[in-house]
């Protein structure tokens, strides 16, 4: 089902997108 498929897909996104702001911070000095 389109419904499942795209719960699935948002979960995967968050996920990229937590390893993502990781890289990044052990990339660049954090300033917050």
Same mark, same amino acid.
């Given at each position: =089902?389109?419904? =499942?498929?795209? $719960? @699935?897909?948002? =979960?995967? *996104? %968050? %996920? *990229? =997108?937590?390893? *993502? $702001?990781?890289?990044?911070?052990? @990339? ?5």
């Amino acid at each position: =089902e389109m419904h =499942e498929h795209c $719960r @699935i897909c948002a =979960e995967e *996104c %968050r %996920r *990229c =997108e937590n390893a *993502c $702001r990781e890289a990044a911070s052990s @990339i660049t000095p954090s300033r917050h």
